[in-house]
Structure formats: structure tokens, C-alpha cells
């Protein structure tokens, strides 16, 4: 309705949103404030943790203890490498499902999704197996190639729903104005479809940033991305709040950052053709 | 666009996809049938021979297999259920209009960006832990006794902190299509003498089926296989009380290193996974269509 | 010589992590080895070396291992045997508790970085003002009657810490060695479960007795970590656990009660057994690894007695790894520098890894059964026992869920005809 | 039963004032049409009358009552969106039931409406269907129905036909005027299309800017014009405005004549000129005339369809004098 | 350059039988406009012509060679969309330049070439917007520059105008008529607009479920309908057709009568009939005429915008008897 919101009205939800949403980001703050303190000062009750010291103390072993801009880069180079090899790989097939529909498009594209269901668990010895005898164990490769076939289906779904959106006369028009292919997909299609593309890349980034099982068993030092770096803080000898903290802040705050900057594209690409 | 040349290019540009993810699918999955007949221990090695059904008899008369199986469809659907009605009721909150829905969408947004295992850690410590955690203080200062939430709730307690991650997701996607509602439909009603609760149920609520089904079958496929969040909170317990299938193959395959009896249980999850999925997808095929 | 690099894969405790920042020292002596550290969390990181060394995987060069996998590697010829280690490294310095759970066959398989017994951990001055004084080597009676004297809800703070998380490695190793003074055991000759005797059924009620009316909340997820901080924290009066915890609750600055601090046997029930283990983290080297001359320069490094000087030159006597030489316990800064010296000694010696029980058993591990199924098996008791403790089951049940599922997967392995 | 009146009604959008102060009243049983240029504030007017927006000041009153804070759904009012609204999950049966379920009406009055809205709007085959699985022209007739069965004392329209193709709208325009004449029931339609307001009202509303502009019969404004916007904008193709010396010989700043009133000839006449391009449509013949040497436009000159000129003859235009429409330099009409 | 035959072409999508057997020759230079209900085929028909589907049998020549299987860019056509299909990403610049890029054209003989269509369609001023940033008719003329670029020896146009609104159309209508005048190259444009077919074609083509009912110029199809079909589809109101009596007095099954080739009178004439509605559009009036004693349906007839009659009157016909059209019991002209 555009009718006129009362400042009351607006003022209520005001405080009601806020509530909620600080209440939601909350565990997250709390985590940032804990990464501040002291690991003595860490367990205390609420109100004692907020007025006890800030210090950078628990970032400084943190990154004494482990070489978190190595993991930091390797999660770089997974997350996006997996991202780009998967979108030179389903571009076009979503192309292909998009535009020229086959009776089978409906299913294979579902029977893609439901790849997504094997138990990682399941599966994991066979892969191990695999990588052993390839020497893909503990290489950025395998994980790059891992990541790219468990999110494939997603990528191609989001770019499916994308593609469907843009009008199928512009590829024509490009086709008599005499482009391949090759050309219709470069100079036309793709940067017709660059905030659909922005937001999959986005989401892929976000998914494989966070995949912790796959990483954590096929890496070992070399390869191992941020998540290997939290799993030698999960629960060490004694307190170890703070630098639980301190190593979850960091280990998050680069997706974080990443997200909040661009929640419009991610927002409008999570949406999978839900919304018209 | 459907001329002979269009569809042999369609069929090209499929397959480097279709044929990966069948590799992908079916390379492990005949590894795993294969070894699911075997009797086959890592820590055995040597010692495989075949054995029949006799994996998939153990795993699935293993008590703990019920006990896994109706975990797993409570975890799927109690999240569900939270982050969809939670989703719809915080989609109409910031639909409205406000000071800083900026700013709040970032802090509401914020869970989904950050990692499974993180997420539990700070749950399972700063929050959940009875003596020094948040909740702990808050009942403390209450006067009550603290709440064990991980032994007495522990089912709960993993499915409110996976909530707690998947409910940014739901919003996001049901604000949007709620943003997506056209006008004059809502106007409509109103000249039509709906009442805002008639509005919500009769308009909106429809309006929004597509957008959920979509919520369901995206956050089905993620919660089918939650792991991390069990293995850093509960492992599992007390008892079998929040093993879940990933889990309890996890058990077998991972810590007993039992391969055979894993995978029979990767199977039997393949299998049920697939009874979900074909569920969903007609769910989906009909509301997607539209 | 060409540098070669070596990937050492190790679990997240203290004194692993202090060897990361010493490194220095070896990289000065060694100048063409670089080590690249995997540090894992303790369930994750046995998960992974198993898998790896089992297949053959080949991503780590060494691996911290504890006193439950090396005989059964060792059997398996995944370890490279150390039996060529230097004059100087002296190995007849290893105590032979320790040394006999590395041996196999009588090669050594794994050198020891620190080794470790259970005892008891009391607050003095909870004790003092309960009127009550800790004998050298109580009884479990004595215990419980501590505990409930020191118990004081309303301040937060619980007359006894025991571990409740389910797991071979957290609650099984204490209720199995708790369950050996009591005279109980896993299996009898013939590797029949005996979850369903007298002493399993009374190790089982006294500990849930204890806990319940003693222990903290939310003991049933309780491992050695969250122990250890109740305890630095000032809620436990007892805490009856591995004795490399000594260091941390005596040091200063991460314990609010480290001067207050007291030691004591692990306790027995008069059947000539006490209720603690044996164990020790190990580093080992797989099988097949590229770099093994490497490898094995770095163990040595690792486990020597220069380390052990290395550590209390640069850090100070209390935190060098304990419980593996007897040079350290004749070390008399080392014995001024840590109280509990004398006491973790004498745990380790009064362990016996092969001959566990009172009555005898077909297996070798005090807190554990050195069969590969154990893992396993163990945790899935280990749940059981945890949720009777969580209070979702009775103590009856959980034993008879316990002797079922044993008896199950005894008889899938094939050990029970 | 359906009388309004705007009493010195305003609305602005912020700072922006999009109607200033407005009086106008609407009889019982009139059809009324507002027409005018994009953005001129006739949806706004009819959302206003709607209470789909509030006044920023002044009254409405509908049958007397001050209806300014009635909520919509009590104004007894209904409206044809543009879009239509229908509800897209709903049967076209459930859409027109919708407002009656709303209202708590006994399902037997229900269906006895619907049926009797569907077969008076030839829905009743479709009544089983989603508003997706209709036409366009179906779909207007469903929007209608839902209005229909209220039993409202107004209907008001925001442009219903502009979403159809040209031989659909013919039709639909028929049906509404005829609907109009059986339900005599008062309606407030807006449209931009000439032919529509035309042939549909029994009273126009010119708007410009917000400001009521001219109000009367269709032939009203078609005749006399009250001003040069009202005569530039009612009539199709435009009328021809001259300015200049022709004018100042009628007396006046600025004349109009129609393309309709006219003469041509290719041998005398008034004013001689150049046939540019020549529409034949068979009927009549469309011709734009250059070279007339009064401005620099095209005049738009409608003859006979069997007329033989073609493009590039030299022809002689001859107003009817009674038709020229004289206006001052403000634009009025003298 | 320019001359398109079709030579018993026939499309099937599946099973569905959308093109029948077809025969058409397009001359070089001519202005050719597909008229048709809709659904008929016309996209179809242009689509098979411009190679963006493939015909299931038949043959297409473009200047004699065969150009059933090439590819579209190699065709020599150029196609304008209904949705203009402009790149959006891509400035008006860029735009035009595609189809140059793709054929590998030098740099400066590209910048020739934009500059020329700029300047003829009068977009210099926009070169570097983006579509986005474009009116309706900007768009359209880009689309057109696009076309004109690649000196296609034919333009393809598919409802090219139906996005625009009213006023718009009439603009553009002159100037793609204008640029057909200048280049002097073959077009096809299909429309279901009758107005533009009229205007704007040299030959029209009207399809019904793909078959050609008849082709020709518009006045022939005006004048002389091939069959009932085409007489009811060309001329705006629709001619009325009578059957029965009448007819019979004609020696014909069904006789047709266009509106505006029936003069009223008040007092006198052949048929006597009843007013149903009026409407005015000022210049002319369309009367909806009833109980006219031949068939059900109302007659339409055109009469003077001055002509004072109203709802309900009675009225006499009498239709002018040299265009009067007669056809046989298979609704073929006689
Ligand atoms: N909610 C709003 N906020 C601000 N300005 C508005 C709003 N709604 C309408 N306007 C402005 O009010 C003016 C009148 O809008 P309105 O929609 O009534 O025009 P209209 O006559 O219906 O035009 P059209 O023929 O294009 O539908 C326009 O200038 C428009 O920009
Ligand atoms: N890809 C397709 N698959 C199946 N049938 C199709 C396809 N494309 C068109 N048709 C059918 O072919 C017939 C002709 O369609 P076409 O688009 O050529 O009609 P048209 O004359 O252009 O209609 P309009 O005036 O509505 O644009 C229609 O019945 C249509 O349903
Ligand atoms: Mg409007
Ligand atoms: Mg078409």
C-alpha cells in the first residue's frame, strides 16, 4: 500500500527488526568481542567480559602458532578456482538447457541436483583411493576438482534459471548479425548475464570457502585451506575461548566482508528463479 | 532457435557436465558398491574377501540405524520447519518499511557466510556450554539452574544452531519474493474487504509457495549430510540421540575404518537420499513449472 | 645435501605446539630439512593418519600416534622400526612401561613425546575447609566422600570432574580404568563381553553416583578440555584425570587455582589394581614415506634428551614433556620445577599394560583393547554410557545395550566363534 | 446510490504536488472518463477515490457521506486494475468469489452470483481455470466479475483495455458500455486512448498536471474545445493548430481545423500544397501535406479512400469555415 | 539482390502441422507485409525465411541459391525483433557495429558505416547510451541501424512496431516507409495491425493456419477480396457480411457490405433497422445497428460525425450497390 506509514508504525518495526536482527548477528558479535579479551577473561559472566581489558593478545598466538595467511590463500585459490572451472563448465550446459529444451531438460537437470545428495562419508575411501593413485592428495588441483563436480549442480541450476530469464530473440539477433557459437556465448550471452553469473560466483565462493569435509581429508599441509587452520583450534588443552575466537573471526571475516559487500547480487542469485 | 545445428551444439555444450558429474556419481558409487559386499577393513588389510549381504545386514540391524534414520528426518525437518516459518515471519518484519533495513539485512544475512564448524564451536562453547556459556550466565542470573542443552536437548540443540545458520537463507529468498508480490494484488484484496491476516493467508501465502518449495529443496540437499555441526558439538550422543545417517557412516566407515560396512551404509543413505529426492522433486516439478 | 621437506602431522595439544615455536633450533641444526605442521584436533587427526597410513596415502612423513595404534601398525609393517637410533639417544632411558607398549615383537615402532598416567588432581584448599585430608592413594570410598563434602552448588563448584563425553579416548579410558580397580574387565578368555558382570554393573552406578550428585552440569559432554577448564576455572574439587594435566593447573597463568593444587594416586578398591591408565602420544614414521632418513632425524630430534634441555632452557622445567625418560625424574630442577614429578611416575609404573585386570584378559592396554575393532566399539559403549549419564537411560540398560552391541560386532569380527 | 464528490482534494507525493486543489462530483449512474497525458495524476485521482491513498487535504463524499477515512474495502467502490490483479493461485471461480467470501456471504448467494456474473460475462466454461490458463481478454472479463458480484455503487477502471490487442479491445469496449447500460451503476474509467473516452463516456475529464482541464460530453469537447490543449488532445488523427498570418485573419492567435473538416481538391481551393506521404487505409486515405507555407509541421488531411492523389501532387486544401476553431494567445478559446 | 522464393515449404513442430505446403516469390525491392490471425504462422513463416528454423521439407532460395540449410548469419538478411533484442550491455555504438565485428570489417570502415546510419536515423546524439537509456522508438531506430549496417539484400521485420504506444507507431510507421523509399530493399514485415499492412505494403500476403489466402496490394484486397475470409480481415470497421434472402437477391450465398459503403437515412431506404450503441469519435460515428431482419449478429455502419442519431432510433440502409460483394456457398468471391 503507499499509504502513508505512521512514524509509530515505522518506529515499532524499527525497533522490532533491530531486535532481531541484532539478536540473529549476535552469536557472531559476541564471538568478535571474546576474540578481544584475555582467555581468563573470556569465561567470565557477560557483564565482567565487557568490562574487562581489550587486548590483541589471543590474534598474536593465533598467528604465532599457525601460518594462517598460507591457509588463508589456499581457501583463496580453492574457492575461486573451483568457482571459475565450474562456470567454464556449466555455462554451456545451462546454455544448452536454456535455450535449446529438450524433453530430458527437466530431468537431467534434477538428476544433477540429486548428485548432490551422496553421503560424503559414503564415498570418501573410494575418492581417497582415487587421488592416492593420481597424486592428487594434498594438491590445491584435487581440491579445485572436487569442489567444482559437488557444486556443479548448483552452478548450473542458478545460471539455468538465469539464462531462462533473458529472451531467447537477443541470441537470435546475435546469430543473424552472423556470431558463432563460440562468439554468442562471450559476447552476448555472458555479459547479458553478469548479475546472474555475479551472484553464482558469489554463492560458490561462499559454499566452498565453508566445505569443511572434503578439505579437511584431502589436504594435508600444503593444500589445507582455513578450515584445516579452525579444526587445530576445535578444542585444544586448556582455555581456549579467546583464541577459539580470535581464529574463528579470522577464519570467517574475509567471506564475511566479502557477503556484506555484495548481499545485492547474492541476495538476488540465491533466489534460484524463485522469485519472478 | 530449435533448428538441427542449435540442438547438436546443445548436445556438445551438456555434455562436458553431464559426463563429469556421472563420473562423479558413478565412479564412487560402483567403488562403493563394490566394496559394500566386501568384507573390508582398512586396519585389516589383506583380509578382503566377499561376504554377501552381510554389510547391509549388520548396518541395518544395527539399532542405531532407527535411531540415525528418524534423527535424520527430524534434524531435515525441524530445520525446514524453523527456517520456513521463521523465514516468512522475518520476511514480512523487513518487508516493512523502516529505519536502516540496510544495515539489518547485513546482521540477518550474516550466519549464512560463516562455516558449519565455526558455527558450532561458538554455539557449543560461548553459548551451550553449561557452566561458562552465554545461556549458562543468562539462566545463572535468572536464578535457575543452568540448562544442559547438548546432553538433555541435544537433537534440539543441533537443530536450533543449524537453524541458526539456515534461517538468513529462507529469509533472504522469501523477502525477496514477498518484495516481488505485485501491488495491486495486495490492493485488490483490500477493495475486496480482506482483512491484513485474510491478505497474508490468502495472498501472500500463495504467493510464496514457489519460493519455498525452493528453500526446501536447496536446504534438503545441505541438511541431508550435516556433519560438522554433530561431530563438533554431541558426536553423535549421548547415547545414538543425535546421530544422523552422515554420522553414523561416519562412525562405521571412519572411525572403525570398516570400509565394507561403510559403505553398505553409504548405500542404504544413497538409497534413502534418493526416496527424499524423488519426493522433492516432484513437489518441485509441479510448483517450479508455473 | 638437498633440502627436503617433511610433513608432520600432530594433535593440538600443549606441548605439541610449544615444539612448533622451538623449531628453530632444529632448522639451526638441520638446516636442509624444512617441516611443514598438520595440526589437528585429536579424533580428526587419528581419523586422518589412519586412513592415510592404511592406504598408503603417503601425505604425511610423521605421525603422532598414541600407545593404541603402534602395536597394531607396527604388526601390520606400517611403521618403519627405529632400532637403529643412535648410542646417544639412548633408548634404555625410555621408561619401560612406555617402551614395552612400542614395542612389538621387540622392535621399537614409534619413539615416545610424552607419556602419561591418570591420577588425582584435588584443590587443597577446598579439602582443607572440607576438614578432610587426601591420602597419597585413596580409595574410591574416600573419594566419594570427599566429593560430597567439597560439593557446593549454590558457588558453582563440584565436588568431582570426571569425563562424560562419549569416545574410546574420553570417557571409555577413564570408566575402563576406573572398571580395572574394580574388577572388571571388556572381555573374558574367550573374548566374551563381560558388560553384563557385578564389577561392571557397580563401576558403572558409582560412577553415574558420583557425577550426578557431585559433578558438574552437562558432564556427559566433558571431555579432558572442558575438564581442565572447570578445573583451571576453580569449579572442580577433584578432577581425576591424566597426569599431563598437572602442568597446566599449576601454571599461573592460565589457572586461577594453581597454588592450591594437590596430588594423588588414582584410586583403587583394595583388589590390587588402581583406576589409572597408561598412555603416551608417539611419533612415528609410515611406512613407505620419501623421506625417511629425514623422518627419522626429525624423531630423534624430537624425542631427545636435548629436547627435553631445549625446552626447559627456553620455557622452564614444568613444561617439558613428561613420562618418558627416567633421566627426567632424576633431574632434580626438574623435580623442584614440577610437584606432581614424583607422582606421575609412579602412576606410569603402577600400569601395566599387560596385565590390565585382576582376573586375565586375552588383550594387551590398560584403558583400552589393542584390537583394531576397539575404536569402534569403544565409542559406540562410550555413547551408551554417556547417555545414562546424560540420564536418557538407566545404568541397566545402558550395560545391557553395551554387552549387546559388543557381543555384535565380536561376533561379526569373527573373535567370538 | 454512487454519487461523489472531490471537495477541494489535494495530494502530494512528498514535495511533490500531484493534484492541486480539485473539486469535481460524479452523478449517479454517469460513466465518466479521464483522459490526459502520461503522468497527469489520473490514476492517482482514482486511487484517491479508491482510498487506496490517502488525501493530503479536503473531502470525499460518496452518497453524501464523508467517506475521506473510510477504509477502501468499506467505500463500497470496486476496481479493474490495469494488471487485473487476479489472484494467480486461485480458480477464476475462487477469484469471484473471493470478496464475498471476504464479506462472510452464505455459499448458496455465492454461487448463485457467480453464476449469474459468469454467464452475463460468457465465463461460465472457464470458471475452473487459473487466470495463467486465459487470455487476456478472458482475463479482463474475470477482474470484471470479481467487481460485478460486490454489488459496489461505483466500479472504477485504471486502464483495462491497454493490455489487449487492438481487435480484443473493440470488443471489450462493447462489453463494458453494455454492462454499463444493464447495471447503471455510476463508472470512472481511465484510459489514454481517444477512441475509448470517446465512444464510452457520457462525460470526459480532461487532466493536465493534476488541474481539471475541461469537463463534458464527448462531442462537447470535440465541438468546442475550451482551450488549445483540450483541442490538440480530443480528435484523431490531431487537429491542425496554424498559426501566424492564417490566424490573425480568423482574428486570432492560433486556429485549428481538423484533418476531417477539410476539402480537397486538385485543381482551386484556399491553400495550395504538397502531398508527402498518402495512407491508404481503403476507407479513407490519410494524407500529410507539406508545403502549405503556414508552419514548418505537416498538416493531416482525412478524404475518401477512393480520392486518387498520391505522393508529390500538387493539391488545394479549403477549410469549412463554421469548423476552424479560434484561439487567444493564452490559448483560450475566443 | 534480393529476390526470396519459397518453394513448397512445410514446417512441423512435432506433430503439430504449422506450415502446409507454401509457394511464395518476394521480389527484389518490394515491401511485403504478413497479415494473419494470430497463430496463423507468420513468425513462423519469417523465421524459416531468416534460418532460425529449419523447414521439414521444401526448398528457400535467396537470389536463386538454394539457402535451405545455411546457417542465418550467411543468409544476407537482416531481422528486426519485436523486442528490438538490442544488446543491453552494449552502448548504441557497439551496438550497430556487432554484426561488422562479427564479419570482421575494418576499423574505419565500420566507423563509416555507424556514422552514415547514425546520422540517417538520427541517433548520432545517443551513440553512447545504452539501450537502457533509450526510448521506445530510439530502440527501434537502433534495431534498424543494427539491420541496416550489414546491407542485408533483405529486412525481415516481426511486429516491429508493436511495443510502442499509439503515437509512437504512426512516427515510425512514416519512417520505415521512408527508409524502404531510400534504400530500395526488399522488406517483409508482419503485423496484425491493419492500418500498418494497408499503408505501408506494396503486396500484402494473408495467412490463415498457413495457408495464403491471397496476395496482393492493398487496395485490390480491399477492393476485391478473394473470399470471405480476406473481406472480413482487410478494412477496419469489418465489412458486413449477410447471408440468406438478401443474398439470394444477389445470386450469391453470402453478400458483404464494408460500414462505410452504407448510407442511413431517418426516413427512407432499403433496409430497415434499429440504433444499438452509437459511438461518436467526433469526425465519424460508428453505429452498431440491430434488427436488421437479416442475421443476428449487428450490422456496422459508418455515418458522418455530424449525423444526429442516437440509442434506439429506427433507420433505413441502403448499401451502395456497385460495392456490394457476393461469394459462393464456399465463401469464394464471384
Ligand atoms: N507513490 C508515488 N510517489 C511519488 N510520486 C508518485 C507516486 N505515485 C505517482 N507519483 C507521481 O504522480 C504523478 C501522477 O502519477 P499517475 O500515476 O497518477 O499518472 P497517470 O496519469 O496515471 O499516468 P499514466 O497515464 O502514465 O498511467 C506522476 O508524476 C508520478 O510520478
Ligand atoms: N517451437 C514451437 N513448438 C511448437 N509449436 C510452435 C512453436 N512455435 C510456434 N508454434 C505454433 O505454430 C503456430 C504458428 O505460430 P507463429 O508464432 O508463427 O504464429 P504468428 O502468426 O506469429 O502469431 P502471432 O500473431 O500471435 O505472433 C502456432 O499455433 C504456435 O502455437
Ligand atoms: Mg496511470
Ligand atoms: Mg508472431
Redesign the pocket.
Known sequence: M?RAVTNRRKLIVTVAAWAVGIAIFFPILWTVILSFKSEGDAIKTPLEVLSSAWTFESYATVQERSNYVRHFWNSVVISLGSTLLGLIIAIPAAWAMAFVPGKQTKNVLMWMLSTKMLPPVGVLVPIYLIFRDVGLLDTKTGLVIVLTLINLPIIVWMLYTYFKEIPGEILEAARMDGASLRNELIHVLTPMAVPGIASTVLLNIILAWNEAFWTLNLTAAKAAPLTAFIASYSSPEGLFYAKLSAASTMAIAPILIMGWFSQKQLVRGLTFGAVK | MATKASRAAARVMISPAVLLLLGWMIVPLALTLYFSFLRYNLLMPGMEEFTGWDNYSYFLSDPAFTAALTNTLLLVGGVLLITTVGGVLLGLLLDQPFWGQGIVRILVIAPFFVMPTVSALVWKNMFMNPVNGLFAHAFKALGLAPYDFLSQAPLLSIIGIVSWQWLPFATLILLTALQSLDQDQLEAAEMDGASALSRFWYIMLPHLARSITVVILIQTIFLLSVFAEILVTTNGGPGTASTNLTYLIYMQSLLQFDVGMGSAGGVVAIILANIVAIFLMRMIGKNLEA | AQSTTITVATVNNGDMIRMQGLMDAFNEAHPDITVEWVTLEENVLRQRVTQDVATKGGQFDVMTIGTYEVPIWGERGWLVSLDDLPESYDVDDILPAIRGGLTVDGSLYAAPFYGESSMVMYRRDLMEAAGMEMPDAPTWEFIKEAAAAMTDKGNEVYGICLRGKAGWGENMAFLSAMANSYGARWFDMDWKPQFDSEEWKATLTDYLELMNEYGPPGASSNGFNENLALFQSGKCGMWIDATVAASFVTNPDESTVADQVGFALAPDNGLGKRGNWLWAWNLGIPAGTQNEEAAKTFVEWATSKEYTALVAEKEGWANVPPGTRQSLYDNQEYLDAAPFAQMTLESINAADPQNPTVDDVPYVGVQFVAIPEFQGIGTAVGQQFSAALAGQVSAEQALSMAQQLTEREMTRAGYIK | MGRITLDKVTKS??E?N?IPPLDLTIEDGEFVVFV??????????L?LIAGLEDVSSGQIRIDGKDATDMPPAKRGLAMVFQSYALYPHMSVRKNIAFPMKMAGLPQDEQDRRINAAASALNLTAYLDRRPGQLSGGQRQRVAIGRAIVREPSAFLF??PLSNLDAALRVGMRLEIMELHKRLDTTMIY?T?DQVEAMTMADKIVV?QA?YIEQVGSPLELYHSPRNEFVAGFIGSPKMNLLRGEVAAQHGAATIGVRPEHLAVSTSEGQWPARVGVAEHLGSDTFLHVHDHGFNDAPMTVRVDGEMPVKHGDRIFLTPDPSKIHRFDKQGLRI
Open positions: 503507499a | 507525493f512528498g511533490v500531484v490526459g497525458p502520461s503522468g497527469c495524476g489520473k490514476s492517482t485521482l486511487r485504471d486502464e481511465v489514454h487532466l493534476g
